[in-house]
Structures are given as structure tokens and as C-alpha cells.
């Protein structure tokens, strides 16, 4: 695998990011680019810098790693200018280079306190072979707001590990491609950092030099997707049912009225004995079924859901809505028809496994399970609507009966075998 072969950066626009770079020089070699397009776009940057990239050379002493401190910070400043970055103020945070890892704790609540109200966070890669990258990037994980998306840079992966290294999450992976100006301004800032380009003091290595440089020179950048690794917390669906009557415009908005045609079309059955319907919303889908059902069960974590659904049904003595979550609430079956739409890509690894298995329990021989999910990757998400089909399809006790994909959402009706 190559960055060239990577699927493109999703070109999506974002109000604000935060950039977070363990060292001076760390934003600028992964991530110009992207800065620059974002930058351009109007998005809001804060560069959060955690330490000055004083211990460059360990054989230095207290002083010379003073004087060093303040040379990187100057060489930074020159670098966002001549990216053109004008309104970005890097925000230095002073910890202790080389060391980061012991102050996890006030990097995390430092962070936190940069994070609120960013819809981007970008971050070392969490598996780079230097200790900083890692405690840079487990810190801005853990500080990131949970409606922000998540990508990391990698820097020392290039010199230091072998591209088919299993580390590496290509699945994951997105190149940018950089135009010339863009190319032109990176190979600018990055001249900047003398320091690092130079032997240092006693005659060691550069800490940059040529055959690093050229990870860096060859006109793309790549990012990791890094998503969360626990299943999207209740609170943030509370939160938005609290903001909207119907946070994503389900009754209104074309996309949801045409995927909703969509499923109902795709049914093989006309009419199905007992309906199951996790996270059921406002109950616009649930009303629907209901209207081919003898029976609906629809549940969802967030009361202001279920009160909503309740009223969306209301006078239909055959629909059951109560409060309750995938896989705890699924009843022991035997169900005629099981519907998932936008659920499942929110669910960590074991409560994806648990679903699925109490899913197959729950329908009986012959019975059907429908999937509907939106293909791009929503924030909150471990997973992105493929991945979460892809394990569906895996799974021995179902059979693919109808499949449906377009550039927007993908579709599956399952047969329990």
C-alpha cells in the first residue's frame, strides 16, 4: 500500500479544528496541506503545541535546551507564516519534551479545555514509534469532543516502519493530494526549521535529515481515521432530542423520505406477523411498519424518542414503545421482522457481536432482518455503514436477500437461515 493508492480525503467542510502536535515542526510535516485547504475553506484553526522540542539533542544541557525552546517557537511562527496561515496563533503548552507520557493527565485536561466546539480534531498518529506522538495523540483522543471527527497524521512511521507492517490501519487511511501551491508553501515552512535540518550542536545527526525530508516532499499527505473505541454514549442523542423536535428532519428531509420508500419497497413480505424496530426515533418508520404488522415493538435509549414515537402511533393499540437499547432490549423472539436504520455503525465491536447474535435468536427460521445505514462516517461512529453490513453479511445464521447501494446509504434484507 502506498499514498497514492489511498482512497481521496474526504472533502467535507468543517467551522473548526484543532491541530495537535507533540513538537514544533510535527503539524507541519503531516499535516500542511490539509491545513492549508482548511485554512483557505474559512475553518477556524487552534494549533496546540505541547512542548517546545527542547530535548532534540539529549547530550545538551539546561541552557542550551532553553535557548533551543525558544528557536523552535520562533522557527514555528516563521513556518505558519509561510503557509500563509495568518489568523492561527499556535497555543504552546510548554511540557516537557521527551517526557510527555508522564504528564497524560494535564495534557488531556489541557486539551479539553482548547476542544469544546471544534468539529475537527487532528492529531498524531496514535501508534508512532516516538513515545510523544503517542501520548499526544491518547491525550487529544481522550479530550476530543464527541460529535468531532477524529483523524491522525503519522510522521516516524515513514522512516521507521515497513509499509506492510500490521500496525498500519490502511482501511482507514485517506490520502490528500497537494496542489503545487500547496506543495510549494509546505517545502517553504518546512525550510524553516533550521534546527532540525542542521547538525546539532556536538555534531549530531540532523534530527531531519534528507532521506526523513523526503517522506515529506512527494505531494501527498495521509491521515488515519481514528474512531472512537466505545459505542456512541446516549447523552449525545439526548442532547440532540433536546435541541430538535426531529433532529435529522426524518418526516421532511429527502434523503430519510427516499431511503424510507426504499425499505418498504425492499420488505419480500407484504405483511409480517410480530415487528421489531430498535432505536425507533420519532416513530416516522415505526408508524409505517405498523401498517404492515400485526405487532410492532419499537424501542430507543433517549425518553424524548420514545415519548415522541408514542405520539406518532398513537390510537395504534398493536405498536409497543418503551425505553431501551440494542442488545438488552431485543425480546427472545420468535420475530418476523427485524429493522435496523442508522443503528448499528454506532455500536462498539462487542455490543455490534451481541446485537447481531441476540438478533439471530430473536427471529425465526425463515424470517427476515432489514438494514438500512448512511454510507459516510458519522463522528460519533466506531464504524462507518459498511463495516457494520459487512459483519452482518458474515454471519452464518443469515443469507443475503436483497441488496441495495447507492452514493448515499446501503441497504440489506437478510434471511435467517
Request: aromatic content about 6%.
Amino acid at each position: 500500500m502506498t499514498p497514492g493508492e489511498l482512497p481521496d480525503w474526504p472533502e467535507e467542510p468543517f467551522e473548526r479544528a484543532l491541530v495537535v502536535a507533540a513538537h514544533p515542526d510535527d503539524e507541519t510535516l503531516g499535516a500542511s496541506g490539509l491545513l492549508q485547504r482548511l485554512h483557505a475553506a474559512g475553518t477556524a484553526v487552534t494549533l496546540v503545541v505541547a512542548t517546545d522540542g527542547e530535548a532534540a539533542f539529549p547530550a545538551a544541557g539546561a541552557a542550551e535546551r532553553r535557548e533551543l525552546a525558544r528557536t523552535r517557537r520562533h522557527e514555528l511562527e516563521d513556518s505558519v507564516r509561510a503557509q500563509g496561515l495568518s489568523a492561527v496563533e499556535p497555543v504552546w503548552l510548554g511540557l516537557p519534551d521527551s517526557d510527555l507520557a508522564s504528564h497524560g493527565d494535564e495534557l488531556t485536561s489541557t486539551l479539553r479545555s482548547h476542544a469544546d466546539g471544534h468539529d475537527l480534531c487532528l492529531l498524531p498518529w496514535p501508534d508512532d514509534p516516538h513515545p510523544d506522538h503517542r501520548a499526544a495523540a491518547r491525550a487529544a483522543l481522550a479530550a476530543a469532543p464527541v460529535s468531532a471527527q477524529r483523524w491522525s497524521y503519522p510522521i516516524w512511521l515513514w522512516h521507521r516502519l515497513s509499509l506492510d507492517d500490521p500496525a498500519i490501519p490502511w482501511p482507514r487511511a485517506r490520502s490528500l493530494r497537494l496542489t503545487e501551491a500547496e506543495r510549494d508553501a509546505k517545502a517553504a515552512a518546512i525550510a524553516t526549521f533550521t534546527s532540525q535540518l542542521k547538525p546539532g550542536p556536538r555534531g549530531e545527526e540532523p534530527i531531519l535529515p534528507e532521506e526523513v525530508l523526503a517522506h515529506f516532499s512527494h505531494g501527498t499527505e495521509t491521515f488515519f481515521r481514528e474512531p472512537p473505541q466505545a459505542s456512541a454514549p446516549v447523552s449525545r442523542f439526548a442532547s440532540l432530542y433536546a435541541a430538535a423536535q426531529d433532529p435529522w428532519s426524518v418526516g421532511t428531509k429527502w434523503y430519510e423520505r427516499r431511503k424510507r420508500e426504499m425499505v418498504l419497497a425492499c420488505l419480500p413480505d407484504e405483511h409480517y406477523g410480530t415487528v421489531v424496530e430498535p432505536a425507533c426515533g420519532v416513530g416516522v418508520l415505526t408508524r409505517d411498519l405498523a401498517a404492515r404488522a400485526d405487532h410492532v415493538i419499537a424501542f430507543d435509549p433517549v425518553p424524548a424518542a420514545v415519548e415522541r414515537t408514542r405520539a406518532a402511533v398513537a390510537g395504534l393499540s398493536h405498536v409497543d414503545v418503551h425505553k431501551g437499547s440494542a442488545p438488552g432490549a431485543l425480546p427472545a423472539g420468535p420475530a418476523d421482522l427485524l429493522v435496523y436504520s442508522e443503528l448499528l455503525y454506532y455500536l462498539d465491536d462487542q455490543d455490534l457481536d451481541a446485537t447481531i447474535e441476540a438478533s439471530a435468536a430473536a427471529l425465526r427460521p425463515g424470517g427476515h432482518l432489514l438494514a438500512a445505514h448512511w454510507l459516510p462516517w458519522a463522528p460519533e461512529a466506531p464504524r462507518d455503514g459498511r463495516d457494520a453490513h459487512a459483519r452482518l453479511l458474515a454471519h452464518p445464521a443469515f443469507e443475503p436477500l436483497v441488496e441495495h447501494t447507492d452514493e448515499q446509504f446501503l441497504l440489506h434484507v437478510l434471511r435467517r437461515r
